[in-house]
């Protein structure tokens, strides 16, 4: 954390940029009270980058709209129900919310909402005491009613109340309480984790959209596995993302294989340092995260004790791949997510046999066109998957990784290797061999992408004359 002076020039400038101003000045004319709460002003106090601008007041959603409505450039109401109006100005969007006094029932998430008096009854309900903090404007005065400060320089996540009653509140502060120990490098307190630990289970009652939702941004943040550590040893991975701590293998007696969790959590920070290195200020690539974090869950279910103490896990990139896209798709991600994660998964061993024996170009661009459109990302999950403490074989594997990207573009170059397509496209297939749309047109291209493949570029009039004489021996009956 900055220094104490820094922090206050943060808060300062903070609560005089034009779009708080103007918010504040407005409230204050109204006779309405207005702060800034929760994450500007713990990342303004840290010294972080500020992009979201979150605030609460005593004026009720019908106020907040009579004085918002005027200055914004646009107004939505969709969560007024909730106490919440958003609005934009120019660049900024944000939200205004009414204090909060909710209360929940024990059994689903969802509170009663019921609208509080006072700002510090608000910010009791909040998660943790680093997000229970406001900022009081116009006057420019911080409220902290539960120590988040002290919290902030310790480094430490904490519930404002006992984390039986956070937690019991709403499930979903467990997985927040990892994620903030990824985005901010924070600890989480003995206390804390002990509640995450013996209340694991009531995660069950959070939608997968929401449990998702906090995946997702617990991966994206710079070193995601503090956070993902809390999740396995808390056991709330036991219920969100199981094929995780799965990976937690018994280690043989004789040590012939390795922890693969660990090696998991590695390929995960290599790759990050390879999407950062290759893509430098690019958004966190989550579909090369999630691939690198669940590339070996298929070894559980193919590991095999071999003779002499030996141990295989043949097919497990497969498997792997089948398991993703089931857990994947039952946490709500997208379509295209899943694909190509599963993708990645299925392909990350295909290089090994590279450094082994020399490829051939019909090899090479079968890698490529394999891979598709997840090409440079199996680059980056590839040379990530390579932990072997082995200098001497890490350096052959690199090398040899190096070796086949100059293939790729050389190969490229030479024949937009990218785009690997059949010389001839379905319409002329279906005019020089006289079809219609059907099973002989995709067999017909298939036999064209072979040869493609095989031999490179041949043109139109090679491959029709190729074409047209696999077709004549299809034709003929055999004798």
């Not at 519930?159 to 009653?165: A, M, R």
């Not at 857990?327 to 590279?354: C, M, N, Q």
């Amino acid at each position: 954390m900055q220094s104490v002076a820094e922090s206050l020039e943060r808060l300062g400038a903070l609560a005089t940029t034009p779009t708080v101003d103007r918010l504040a000045q407005a409230f204050a004319t109204a006779g309405h009270e207005l702060s800034l709460v929760g994450g500007p002003v713990r990342d303004a106090l840290l010294g972080r980058e500020v992009h979201d601008l979150d605030f609460t007041t005593d004026a009720r959603p019908d106020a907040i709209v009579a004085v918002v409505g005027p200055l914004a450039d646009a107004i939505w109401d969709i969560g007024r129900a909730f106490g919440t109006i958003g609005a934009r100005f120019g660049d900024d969007t944000v939200e205004i919310t009414t204090y909060r006094s909710d209360s929940y029932d024990g059994v689903t998430r969802k509170p009663e909402v019921q609208f509080g008096e006072s700002l510090d009854g608000d910010l009791l309900r909040r998660d943790f005491t680093v997000n229970a903090l406001a900022l009081r404007v116009p006057e420019i005065r911080l409220v902290d009613p539960s120590g988040g400060v002290e919290d902030l320089i310790a480094r430490r996540i904490t519930t404002p109340s006992t984390p039986e009653i956070s937690f019991g509140d709403d499930p979903l502060r467990m997985m927040r309480a990892a994620r903030f120990a990824a985005q901010l490098g924070f600890v989480v307190d003995d206390e804390t984790r002990e509640a995450m630990a013996g209340m694991a289970e009531r995660i069950d009652i959070v939608s997968a959209e929401r449990v998702r939702d906090e995946l997702t941004k617990l991966l994206q943040a710079d070193d995601p596995r503090p956070g993902i550590e809390l999740l396995v040893e808390s056991g709330l991975a036991d219920h969100v993302l199981p094929e995780v701590p799965a990976l937690w293998l018994e280690v043989d007696e004789h040590h012939h294989h390795k922890d693969v969790y660990q090696h998991s959590l590695t390929v995960l920070e290599q790759a990050i340092g390879y999407e950062k290195e290759r893509h430098p200020g690019a958004a966190p690539d989550l579909v090369l995260r999630l691939a690198a974090l669940l590339h070996d869950i298929g070894k559980p279910a193919t590991r095999r004790f071999e003779a002499g103490g030996a141990v295989s896990f043949y097919h497990h990139d497969v498997v792997g791949a089948k398991l993703a896209k089931k857990r994947l798709t039952a946490l709500r991600f997208d379509k295209s997510t899943v694909e190509s994660v599963a993708r990645l998964i299925e392909l990350h061993l295909r290089f090994f046999g590279y450094s082994d024996a020399h490829w051939t170009d019909s090899a090479v661009r079968r890698y490529v066109r394999d891979a598709g459109p997840e090409l440079e990302r199996l680059h980056m999950l590839t040379r990530a998957d390579v932990t072997t403490r082995n200098r001497r074989k890490a350096d052959r594997l690199g090398f040899a990784y190096d070796d086949l990207e100059r293939r790729i573009a050389e190969l490229q170059a030479q024949e937009e290797l990218d785009a690997v397509r059949p010389d001839l496209d379905g319409e002329q297939v279906m005019r020089l061999l006289d079809l219609r749309p059907g099973r002989e047109v995709g067999q017909a291209l298939r036999f064209l992408l072979e040869l493609r493949l095989d031999e490179g570029p041949l043109g139109e009039e090679e491959a029709t004359r190729r074409l047209l004489e696999w077709w004549a021996a299809r034709q003929t009956p055999p004798q």
